[in-house]
């Protein structure tokens, strides 16, 4: 595909290779898409049946089988085996592009970098801020596709997304207050949308006028709670196995127990403020904190609300954007309690890919994310 257009940070990202903290080797599932298992097969020999027994099924998918944790093909230098031989095209899909993601949208695809990887969270943290696309000049591998021929809705998106980002970024007004005028304008464009009335859209202000935000925004005040303290325990309390979580993901199981700590000394009626009250005052003693979560949001932004192409909603993609941010910076308080004002700037990128493997790359955690989203809001 020739229309591609590439994060800026896409080209300034390299692989940490045998000094990255956590490695995408390593307890992951690693899917194998249909073209490299198509390779696997036609391997002769010893060597080929020596790679196929390493292949399985999970739940349905066909995944390399982890040994000791971590992926058979990864050698003693941290390399990956089929890279080092000189045969990348013998890597799945998902190892030749992480953590580069290029989704298709018909006639255009986007590429961007994921958050779960320690280098990528360490270039974020370096260089908070609106991303800018450029069209590529190399070329890229789509790892996605999405599939809908609604040249209409793909020219809505586009100017969509950089008008709610013009909007989010234009003024020194505090973002929840963006987040309610943007929530409120989104939810208006998608009561239009799913009753097939695209082109009535253009009539709905993007305003701080309450007048135009409809009930949420009348009922509740602007806080960093858009979502209740009370739903996200919901959601992080019932699905997480804790007993795993704390072998294959002790530094996320660390984040929540301190979230426990914290939140749990709290009753439910005055919790909601507690947060809001904290994150404030953490943000007076670090004001560098608001640049990080409004560039964490604006990323989400860039990642999901395009992902309306498919499904045509709006809203749910805009919520999850503000329910990740949320997240994010609820488990960054959490570790700006415990650690203090002074966390490096690894120590910052650390707990972000943390949140990042834990929550969006967890799939009972997203589900649930669905859920909370559904019953609050849709
Ligand atoms: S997680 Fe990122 S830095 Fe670490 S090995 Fe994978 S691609 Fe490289």
């Avoid at 329910?323 to 002074?342: A, R, S, W």
Wanted: charged share 30%; proline share 4%; with cysteine.
């Amino acid at each position: 595909m020739d229309n591609v257009y590439i994060c800026d940070l896409y080209e300034k990202f390299h692989c940490l290779a045998g000094d990255c903290p956590t490695s995408c080797c390593k307890g992951w599932v690693l899917p194998v898409d249909d073209e490299a298992y198509e390779r696997y097969k036609k391997l002769e020999g010893l060597y080929g049946r020596h790679v196929r027994s390493h292949i399985t099924k999970h739940k349905g998918i066909r995944v390399i089988r982890r040994q000791l944790g971590r992926c058979p093909f990864l050698n003693s230098d941290k390399l990956c085996q089929f890279q080092a031989n000189g045969h990348p095209e013998l890597m799945p899909l998902v190892c030749r592009t992480y953590p580069r993601e290029t989704v298709s949208f018909d006639k255009e695809a986007r590429s961007t970098l994921v958050l779960s990887c320690p280098a990528v969270a360490k270039l974020f943290i370096e260089t908070p801020g609106r991303r800018e696309f450029h069209r590529a000049d190399t070329k890229v591998e789509v790892f996605w596709e999405l599939n809908n021929e609604d040249d209409a809705m793909f020219a809505f998106l586009k100017e969509e997304e950089e008008k709610l980002l013009d909007f989010f970024w234009q003024d020194d007004r505090e973002m929840p207050e963006k987040w309610q005028a943007m929530y409120a304008y989104v939810y208006r464009k998608h009561d239009l949308i799913i009753r097939d009335r695209l082109k009535e859209t253009v009539d709905i202000p993007l305003t701080y006028d309450k007048s135009n935000m409809g009930e949420y925004a009348l009922l509740n005040p602007p806080t960093y709670c858009f979502f209740k303290i009370e739903t996200i325990d919901h959601m992080v309390l019932n699905c997480i196995n804790y007993g795993a979580l704390s072998v294959r993901e002790p530094k996320f199981y660390h984040l929540i127990k301190g979230y426990l700590d914290i939140f749990g000394k709290q009753y439910l009626d005055c919790v909601d403020n507690y947060f809001d009250e904290q994150m404030r005052k953490m943000l007076r003693e670090n004001p560098e904190a608001y640049e990080r979560y409004r560039s964490y949001f604006s990323w989400c932004m860039n990642e999901l609300f395009f992902l309306a192409f498919e499904n045509y909603n709006i809203i749910r993609q805009y919520l999850y954007c503000v329910l990740y941010t949320q997240l994010y910076m609820i488990f960054d308080l959490v570790d700006y309690m415990e650690k203090g004002p002074n966390r490096s700037p690894e120590r910052l990128a650390e707990v972000l890919y943390i949140c990042e493997q834990g929550i969006q790359h967890n799939p009972s955690l997203k589900h649930n994310l669905m859920e909370v989203i559904r019953r609050e809001f849709l």
